[in-house]
Nanobody
Framework: QEQLHEFGGGSVQAGDSLTLSCTAS?????????MAWFRQAPGKERESVAA????????WYAEDVKGRCTISRDNAENTVYLQMNSLKPDDTAVYYC????????????????WGRGTTVTVSS
């Protein structure tokens, strides 16, 4: 059974840091595989946060998180991380991990596997 499982969500104060992790089980990674983080804030559409190529570790970030977030991966553990610093209330959302071989890393529908999400709440 293929699945992704996110960990690390919680309630924090503005300015705090938080690191999310996502572990893939039963997923075969190839040289085309990409893992990514998306988020969906209350009442808003899902948006891309960051992505990383499994093979080379090349990264992409949404403009509104660039400089505050770092995506990384541990291939041996089939795990991807999202380190978030200087969190703001606008970062409050359900964060989802995704995996697949998209041709555009920012398009969620092009990913094959999704986690259930982990909630991040940032209070002012």
């Amino acid at each position: 059974q293929e699945q992704l499982h996110e960990f690390g969500g919680g309630s924090v104060q503005a300015g705090d840091s938080l690191t999310l992790s996502c572990t893939a089980s039963g997923v075969t990674f190839t040289d085309r595989s990409i893992m990514a983080w998306f988020r969906q804030a209350p009442g808003k559409e899902r948006e891309s946060v960051a992505a990383i190529t499994w093979n080379g570790g090349d990264t992409w970030y949404a403009e509104d998180v660039k400089g505050r977030c770092t995506i990384s991966r541990d291939n041996a553990e089939n795990t991807v991380y999202l380190q978030m610093n200087s969190l703001k209330p606008d970062d409050t959302a359900v964060y989802y991990c995704a995996a697949g071989a998209p041709n555009n890393v920012r398009i969620g529908s092009q990913y094959t596997y999704w986690g259930r999400g982990t909630t991040v709440t940032v209070s002012s």
